[in-house]
């Protein structure tokens, strides 16, 4: 039912920079986690950041310093800046979307993807 829909990936040079930005709908509940991870073809899907709803962020070592998650509550959006981008930073990028609803018998946590988008760093 939820939605995950990435957008601002392409084709740049190193040392350039881009702005991913992720868009959840139809969820049931409250967002909880939002995340970006990125997978290259031969690799497991790694986790590159993360953004509590409380506000706390983590980052892989590989990429701090360089790219900052943010979320914007009011939109269901989480960013992913990416800046001083090297060839290494190459790989499909996932938003990750964990979504929580409480109810009075249970709890229901639930995760989605987005399809993901290309991200092309060139030397």
């Known amino acids: 039912q939820v939605q995950v829909v990435e957008s601002g990936g392409g084709l740049v040079q190193a040392g350039g920079s881009l702005r991913l930005s992720c868009a959840a709908s139809?969820?049931?509940?409250?967002?909880?986690?939002m995340a970006w991870y990125r997978q290259v073809p031969g690799k497991k899907r790694e986790l590159v950041a993360v953004?509590?709803?409380?506000?706390?962020?983590n980052y892989a070592d590989s990429v701090k310093g360089r790219f900052t998650i943010s979320r914007d509550d009011s939109k269901s959006t989480v960013y992913l800046q990416m800046n001083s981008l090297k060839p290494e930073d190459t790989a499909v990028y996932y938003c990750n979307v964990e979504t929580v609803r409480v109810t009075y018998l249970d709890q229901y946590e639930h995760d989605d993807w987005g399809q993901g988008i290309q991200v092309t760093v060139s030397s």
């Open positions: 139809g969820y049931v509940g409250t967002i909880e986690d």
């Open positions: 953004v509590s709803s409380g506000g706390h962020k």
